[in-house]
């Protein structure tokens, strides 16, 4: 539903916005997604394993006061190149409104790791009812300012407020329901935490950052050699069929991640059946979208959108595959970590980060369009997911045929 909104409001932004104000969108959107990996330092992943639930909170509050400390470097780093104007081309365009992206990371960062205290104890309705209220009020906020204000700013401003009211909304459930264990919160534990689970920040996140700069740099370099114009088509194809589709995937995934990390050593053939069953209903279900864009995107976008996001109709079309691909692997893509194999995982994370870059640089320097670098990116992208999804299988069938085999040899004896 969340999503549902957004998209149904798309053919009224693209009307109050033009292109290149939803290109400077999705260049926020990447900035703040790099630094959201570092935001909670990771210690929000650590929350799912504290088995108290004093230390649980513990944890939350370090998860937190590293979502502070973060905001406060971002906020520096804005104000450093606000007065000296050390920006590259990518991000030149929003020099006027980087102000708010300390906002972003402070709302974006809190909700990361209130939603995976929420995950803890399985409360995926207040999960769903956030996403509601993130979606509208960045709805409302967008609508309103694009009434009444020109350029990005509207866009932005959504953006801003709406995972502030998110990440808002989830404390206040949080305070109302465990205010004594927060009243208990001390530096001697936090810190005890710390250490205890100190590999999230120093060895986790820089594989996390890696993932994560996979994603977000193709937007950097299209604003830093084609413009935030195609940003902004590029950014519609997002918004239409990437948001969604990995908004699902990682729902789903949350509860898929939560049975695996029960399911591995104990039933891993069972595991390896639920891995099969989730991946091809979304193959199912992603099928027919994938289809109805490689045929007649550039038509739809054009009569949905308006004639000028007609280009983004043509990027849809060739990245149709790869976000089915994306949709297919994305509830499942934890797989590989919670079976412990965060060396294949690492590995395919780099690979994707240079076949990204190689992507985007090579068909520039070689003086090709943009239209070349999305589909050269888009086949690229569609091959690296099939190769983790293959990863993934062979690795649950090994494990499923480990715990298999001594029962077997107990049988025969």
């Known amino acids: 539903m969340a999503q549902a909104l957004a998209i149904a409001a798309s053919p009224i932004l ?18 703040m997604a790099l630094a959201l990996v570092a935001a909670s330092g ?44 050390i920006l590259p081309a990518s991000v030149s365009a929003l020099k006027e409104h980087l102000w708010l992206l300390p906002a972003s990371v402070f709302g974006g960062g809190l909700y990361q790791a209130l939603s995976y205290w929420a995950l803890r104890h399985q409360r995926y309705h207040q999960l769903a009812a956030t996403k509601l209220t993130q979606a ?3 709805i409302a906020t967008q609508l309103g300012a694009g009434l009444t204000i020109h ?8 953006d801003a407020v709406g995972r502030i009211l998110g990440g808002g909304r989830l404390l206040g459930q949080l305070w109302r329901g465990y205010a004594s264990e927060i009243s208990a919160l001390r530096w001697s534990r936090m810190i005890r935490l710390a250490v205890r689970y100190r590999a999230y920040p120093l060895v986790s996140m820089w594989g996390a950052l890696i993932n994560a700069s996979g994603l977000a740099l193709p937007s950097l370099f299209l604003a830093q050699y084609y413009g935030p114009q195609y940003t902004g088509w590029f950014a519609l194809v997002n918004r239409v069929l990437g948001v969604p589709a990995a908004l699902i995937g990682v ?18 053939a069972r595991l390896l059946s639920i891995f099969l069953k989730t991946t091809r209903h979304m193959f199912y279900l992603g099928l027919g979208p994938c289809v109805l864009f490689t045929l007649f995107a550039p038509w739809l976008f054009q009569v949905v959108f308006g004639r000028g996001w007609r280009e983004a109709g043509e990027y ?15 509830p499942v893509t934890m797989t590989l970590n919670i079976l412990e194999r965060q060396r294949a995982q690492f590995a395919w994370d780099v690979s994707r980060l240079v076949l990204t870059i190689l992507c985007m640089v090579l068909p520039y320097h070689f003086n090709y369009a943009a239209r070349f670098s999305i589909l050269a990116y888009a086949v690229a992208m569609t091959l690296m997911y099939g190769i983790h999804w293959t990863q993934s299988y062979f690795a649950l069938r090994h494990c499923a045929a480990r715990a298999i085999t001594p029962f077997t040899g107990l049988a025969q004896a």
């Open 316 to 330: 849809a079309r060739y990245l149709a595959f790869m976000c089915l691909a994306s949709f297919i692997n994305s």
């Open 42 to 85: 990771r210690y929000e992943v650590a929350l799912l394993l504290p088995e108290d639930e004093q230390s649980g909170i513990d944890v939350l509050a370090l998860a937190i006061l590293c979502v502070c400390l973060t905001t406060m470097v971002v906020a520096a780093v804005v104000v450093v190149c606000h007065y000296h104007w």
């Open 251 to 268: 729902s789903l995934g949350q509860i898929y991640t939560s049975e695996a990390a029960k399911l591995s050593r104990s039933d891993p």
């Open 136 to 138: 509208g009020a960045q």
């Open 14 to 31: 693209t009307r109050l916005y033009k292109p290149s104000d939803f290109g400077e969108l999705q260049i926020f959107i990447s900035l």
């Open 151 to 158: 350029g990005s700013l509207g866009l932005l401003a959504g």
